[in-house]
């Protein structure tokens, strides 16, 4: 199964870098770290004396978590995990290298434009720097799953009328959800990095719609629809796989259109097991028919 292939996870600070250390010596790190409380030195039990990561102070996430939807598919918004200052970066250091966003053409497995994704974006590596590893550190403390399983961050930036229509994060063939590969993706962490005045919600098309939806609270888009709107600093989290390790058909979600105003989110896919190749897609050494790919 899956969950076996993780050896275990770092979400603390200071535990044995595998790499240049970033931030503070490690004697610092795990003093303040214990200081701190929450996950403290060297994440989880079974992750003691891994490599991976390098060693970064942060401050652990410890706000609301709200339940979008608890199954079919499960969802949960995460408030104010980013914070301002945090959303700012990403948005600047993206600036420079966002380009128009593709799909992989699934006859040919190359990347190719698309009428589905018309947002643009671009990617970091992991750990690509100390803010950067910083944010990492603090979504593995939160999700528990390993910095190791994920790939590095994906930044769309939607424009008025750009969207990414419905598709799974899992991937449809059995290549790239292979163990060398990282597996397949379990859960998605979409953070959002600015609050569109109208539209760009993220929807899940095959989710029940909450009792309270008031359809005049939503895009022309999300009507009808279980969906979140983005709200800087805020992140969605959700899962690909069910628990026994199956893909999820509920996990289905898009990008509405954005009305009015710009919509930037920052994608943290996670896998199954340690990924090893950051960002997965980058390379092109693997060409995956899945619809989620720069
Ligand atoms: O930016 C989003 O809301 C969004 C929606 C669906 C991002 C992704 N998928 C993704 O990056 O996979
Ligand atoms: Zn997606």
Same mark, same amino acid.
């Given at each position: 199964?899956?969950?076996?292939?993780?050896?275990?996870?770092?979400?603390?600070?200071?535990?044995?870098?595998?790499?240049?250390?970033?931030?503070?010596?490690?004697?610092?790190?795990?003093?303040?770290?214990?200081?701190?409380?929450?996950?403290?030195?060297?994440?989880?039990?079974?992750?003691?004396?891994?490599?991976?990561?390098?060693?970064?102070?942060?401050?652990?996430?410890?706000?609301?978590?709200? $339940?979008?939807?608890?199954?079919?598919?499960?969802?949960?918004?995460?408030?104010?995990?980013?914070?301002?200052?945090?959303?700012?970066?990403?948005?600047?250091?993206?600036?420079?290298?966002?380009?128009?966003?593709?799909?992989?053409?699934?006859?040919?497995?190359?990347?190719?434009?698309?009428?589905?994704?018309?947002?643009?974006?671009?990617?970091?590596?992991?750990?690509?720097?100390?803010?950067?590893?910083?944010?990492?550190?603090?979504?593995?403390?939160?999700?528990?799953?390993?910095?190791?399983?994920?790939?590095?961050?994906?930044?769309?930036?939607?424009?008025?009328?750009?969207?990414?229509?419905?598709?799974?994060?899992?991937?449809?063939?059995?290549?790239?959800?292979?163990?060398?590969?990282?597996?397949?993706?379990?859960?998605?962490?979409?953070?959002?990095?600015?609050?569109?005045?109208?539209?760009?919600?993220?929807?899940?098309?095959?989710?029940?719609?909450?009792?309270?939806?008031?359809?005049?609270?939503?895009?022309?888009?999300?009507?009808?629809?279980?969906?979140?709107?983005?709200?800087?600093?805020?992140?969605?989290?959700?899962?690909?796989?069910?628990?026994?390790?199956?893909?999820?058909?509920?996990?289905?979600?898009?990008?509405?259109? $954005?009305?009015?105003?710009?919509?930037?989110?920052?994608?943290?896919?996670?896998?199954?097991?340690?990924?090893?190749?950051?960002?997965?897609?980058?390379?092109?050494?693997?060409?995956?028919?899945?619809?989620?790919?720069?």
């Amino acid at each position: 199964g899956g969950a076996g292939g993780r050896a275990g996870g770092r979400a603390g600070a200071g535990a044995d870098a595998g790499g240049g250390s970033v931030g503070l010596p490690k004697k610092v790190a795990r003093k303040k770290a214990k200081k701190k409380g929450g996950w403290g030195f060297g994440g989880r039990p079974s992750d003691q004396g891994s490599a991976g990561a390098p060693a970064v102070e942060f401050e652990p996430w410890s706000g609301a978590i709200e $339940v979008v939807s608890a199954w079919n598919p499960r969802a949960y918004m995460l408030r104010n995990i980013l914070t301002e200052e945090e959303c700012d970066y990403l948005i600047a250091k993206s600036e420079k290298s966002l380009r128009a966003s593709g799909v992989v053409d699934n006859e040919t497995g190359l990347s190719t434009m698309s009428k589905v994704r018309t947002s643009e974006g671009t990617f970091f590596n992991r750990h690509h720097d100390e803010m950067i590893t910083r944010i990492e550190a603090k979504i593995a403390g939160v999700t528990m799953i390993p910095e190791r399983d994920g790939e590095g961050l994906q930044i769309l930036r939607y424009k008025i009328g750009q969207k990414y229509d419905a598709h799974h994060d899992y991937f449809h063939d059995n290549v790239n959800g292979d163990a060398a590969h990282g597996g397949q993706r379990v859960a998605t962490l979409l953070m959002y990095l600015t609050t569109p005045e109208e539209g760009g919600e993220t929807i899940f098309p095959n989710g029940e719609v909450p009792a309270d939806h008031n359809p005049a609270d939503w895009s022309e888009c999300a009507k009808g629809k279980l969906g979140v709107k983005p709200r800087r600093g805020d992140a969605m989290l959700f899962y690909s796989l069910t628990p026994s390790g199956e893909k999820d058909p509920f996990s289905l979600h898009g990008s509405c259109p $954005v009305v009015k105003g710009i919509k930037y989110s920052a994608t943290r896919w996670m896998h199954v097991h340690p990924c090893m190749v950051a960002p997965l897609l980058l390379t092109r050494k693997i060409t995956p028919a899945t619809d989620a790919a720069p």
